[in-house]
């Protein structure tokens, strides 16, 4: 079972943390087997599973439903919940309890949570209640419509000191990793190197401790969303495509199901029917 002392431990010996989102039983089982040190249950649940056009409509309760399903599907990778929108602005006592619940109630082992200095307070708060959080630099997709739009952040000076004020302070609030999403790739590195905790990177280049990706990205189930940050190592939409059209196909043809599909039935029975009815 990884935890968060394995985190800590990966970044001294210099070991990549590999880590990929689920939001199903199924998935899990999958990148469980795989070796896969953590699975996020990640709020782009809204996106690639619920069809929503961005995470701000993900609540606690879709977070619980699919964490519940992961957990059940992951024997060794530690189980992370993504805090969703506002779970965790609306005040310190609502950001423990929202946490709380995602253990308590999901069964996961962490909490990740978007956002620098202004999160502070909270990530004290859910620490102390014993609950390790993970945080959440760059681009942040809880904020979309103030970034307006899918955008790499920190290219500046000043949005990059930002970056690092805000991820020195969150290491010094007590997270135990921090997701780096679309920053480029020479200032993750450099953060990296600055950092005693690891840093994941999504679309921040080779030179941080992690890396993490949507795992439906990754496979390729939507064939029309070719982000610069995703590698396809799968057409899982083309895989699928054509076998439900291989089925479809069958079936009006009456290829499929055929007698090896089905069950027997007792001797006797249909001519003790036809007597009866
Ligand atoms: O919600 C999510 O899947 C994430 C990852 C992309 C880091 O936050």
């Known amino acids: 079972m990884v935890r968060v002392t394995d985190f800590a431990e990966a970044k001294r010996r210099g070991r990549k943390l590999k880590m990929l989102t689920a939001y199903d039983y199924p998935t899990a089982r999958i990148l469980d087997a795989a070796g896969i040190d953590a699975i996020l ?23 619980l439903h699919h964490t519940r399903a992961v957990v059940r599907g992951a024997r060794r990778a530690m189980v992370i919940a993504d805090m969703p929108f506002l779970s965790y602005h609306l005040g310190v006592y609502e950001s423990v309890r929202a946490a709380g619940r995602l253990v308590q109630e ?10 620098g200095m202004e999160v502070l307070r909270s990530v004290r708060a859910i620490r102390a209640a014993g609950i390790p959080v993970m945080g959440h630099l760059g681009y942040t997709p809880q904020s979309v419509h103030l970034f307006g739009g899918h955008r790499a952040q920190g290219r500046t000076l000043e949005s990059a000191r930002q970056i690092v004020r805000s991820a020195l302070a969150l290491q010094e609030a007590g997270v135990f990793a921090l997701v780096l999403e679309l920053v480029p790739h020479r200032l993750a590195t450099w953060l990296s190197q600055r950092l005693d905790i690891p840093t994941i990177g999504i679309g921040s280049g080779p030179g941080c401790d992690g890396q993490v990706l949507v795992t439906q990205d990754m496979l390729g189930l939507f064939p029309d969303f070719n ?51």
């Open 41 to 63: 249950v990640g709020d782009s649940l809204g996106m690639v599973v619920l069809g929503y056009e961005d995470t701000t409509r993900v609540t606690l309760e879709d977070m």
């Open 106 to 115: 999901g069964g996961c082992k962490a909490v990740k949570l978007e956002g």
């Open 227 to 277: 982000p610069r940050h995703v590698r396809k190592y799968q057409d899982l939409h083309g895989l699928c495509l054509e076998a439900v059209r291989n089925y479809a196909r069958d079936v009006e043809s009456g290829a499929f199901p055929t007698a090896e599909h089905s069950f027997s039935l007792d001797e006797g029975v249909l001519e003790a029917l036809e007597k009866e009815f």
